[in-house]
């Protein structure tokens, strides 16, 4: 079975850095793309940041210049580097990886992280 375990998340007053990590563990052949989303209360949840196995990102225009996504292929683990955070950047963060498990043949199944929350002070 394939999981996505986050970590890092907690209290920072505004202006301050938090890291996030998601290791994916479980049969895995490969991953794809790998992402951070986030959901504020009473709002949807949003797409922070992606990057491909390559390396190429794609931030939300909000984070961009604040956030740096990147990713250990060989450790199967993908980070938010989070700087100048702001009270809006409130919000509990997904993690999200398209990953081909053992027995699934060629097809990628969407995982999901159950969720860390940033909480940014003023």
């Known amino acids: 079975q394939v999981q996505l375990v986050e970590s890092g998340g907690g209290l920072v007053q505004a202006g301050g850095s938090l890291r996030l990590s998601c290791a994916a563990s479980?049969?895995?052949?490969?991953?794809?793309?790998m992402g951070w989303y986030r959901q504020a209360p009473g709002k949807q949840r949003e797409l922070v940041a992606t990057?491909?196995?390559?390396?190429?990102?794609n931030y939300v225009d909000s984070v961009k210049g604040r956030f740096t996504i990147s990713r250990d292929n060989a450790k199967n683990t993908v980070y938010l580097q989070m700087d100048s955070l702001k009270p809006e950047d409130t919000a509990v963060y997904y993690c999200?990886?398209?990953?081909?498990?053992?027995?699934?043949?060629?097809?990628?199944?969407?995982?999901w992280g159950r969720g860390t929350l940033v909480t940014v002070s003023s």
């Open positions: 999200n990886a398209g990953v081909r498990p053992i027995g699934e043949g060629y097809r990628y199944l969407e995982i």
């Open positions: 479980g049969s895995i052949i490969s991953i794809n793309v």
């Open positions: 990057i491909t196995r390559g390396g190429s990102t």
